[in-house]
């Protein structure tokens, strides 16, 4: 499963088939950069854990968000 999803990351797709995890992450990296404060905070771990829950690896999550 780890290995189906970094390849289908890593792979070119076009944005109109863009996968919602992926438009979560970008989101809260977004957030992450737009204000610190212990809402946003929240709102971050809330969606790491849903993420989570949805089988997206800790590592990729982390890798994505900190590549941009």
Known sequence: ???VL?????LPS???LQKDWSV???NMASL??????????MAI??????L??????ANLIL???ISG
């Open 32 to 41: 992450i950069v737009k204000e610190q404060n212990p809402a946003n905070l």
């Open 6 to 10: 970094v390849l289908i990351l890593l």
């Open 52 to 57: 989570l829950n949805h089988c997206i690896p």
């Open 14 to 16: 076009p944005t109109s």
């Open 63 to 65: 890798k994505v968000i």
């Open 24 to 26: 979560t992450l970008r």
């Open 45 to 50: 771990r809330n969606n790491f854990y849903e």
């Open 1 to 3: 499963v780890k290995a």
